[in-house]
């Protein structure tokens, strides 16, 4: 079975700053993908950027980018120029490759992130 | 509409007393997800349907759960007998085909349900 762990459960950045949210997985499958989404207040779950394991080129979405170590079974989320709008749970995501009836997604805990003024 | 919409938005049931949550998903959407999240947890997946067919339902935490999208758009997620450790966020999500990197999930903006 996976897992997804985040082991941050709450994180604190100035604004302008850069942070790092860290996520770690695991899973017997060569091929998946990753996610990490955003839940504001308002409990809709965005998502902010995604990554298919067999790519080596870490993916990148304006101020969001991510580090992706395959071997090491890490995901972690870079935001940098944090600005008060990205004030929110957000929460790592496993999927497996198409294949199986249902590509259900495995999240994380979830770490709160405060941008501070 | 634009998005996936859920109702109630808030549901405080009794325990003991049964409940139907809603979710429209986005016009044309082909699959449907129903997620659970508890407080402080991250969503953990409930049950899938392709069009009609619910291929997945191995996440129900019991048969007090049910499931239905009879004509493969709207859905209910009907909880009987209702027990205090069902109080969660209920989430919607629905994708154009078969969920992938290339089709990924639109959420609702759940049901929070309390059982007193």
């Known amino acids: 079975a996976q897992t997804v762990t985040q082991s941050q459960p709450e994180m604190s950045v100035q604004e302008a700053e850069t942070v790092t949210l860290s996520c770690t997985y695991d899973?017997?499958?060569?091929?998946?993908?990753l996610f990490w989404y955003k839940q504001p207040p308002s409990r809709q779950m965005i998502l902010v950027i995604r990554?298919?394991?067999?790519?080596?080129q870490n993916a990148t979405e304006n101020r969001f980018s991510v580090n992706f170590q395959k071997a090491a079974k890490s995901f972690s989320l870079k935001i940098s120029d944090s600005q008060l709008g990205d004030t929110a749970m957000y929460f790592c995501?496993?999927?497996?490759?198409?294949?199986?009836?249902?590509?259900?997604?495995?999240f994380g805990t979830g770490t709160l992130l405060a941008v501070q003024p | 509409g634009a998005g996936v919409s859920q109702s109630p938005r808030y549901k405080v049931a009794k325990r003991g007393q049964d409940v139907a949550l809603r979710c429209d998903p986005i016009?044309?959407?082909?699959?449907l997800f129903w997620y659970q999240q508890a407080l402080g947890q991250g969503p953990e997946f409930l049950t899938y349907?392709?069009?009609?067919?619910?291929?997945?339902k191995s996440g129900l935490p019991s048969d007090r759960f049910f499931a239905e999208r009879p004509e493969g758009s709207v859905s209910t997620l009907k909880i009987q007998r209702t027990q205090q450790e069902d109080s969660a966020v209920y989430l919607c999500?629905?994708?154009?085909?078969?969920?992938?990197?290339?089709?990924?999930?639109?959420f609702g903006n759940g049901t929070r349900l309390t059982v007193t």
């Open positions: 999500a629905s994708s154009d085909r078969q969920s992938s990197y290339n089709s990924p999930l639109h």
């Open positions: 899973t017997s499958e060569n091929n998946y993908y």
């Open positions: 990554q298919e394991a067999y790519k080596q």
């Open positions: 995501a496993f999927m497996k490759t198409p294949g199986g009836a249902t590509n259900k997604l495995i």
């Open positions: 016009s044309g959407h082909v699959s």
């Open positions: 349907f392709q069009n009609e067919a619910q291929l997945d």
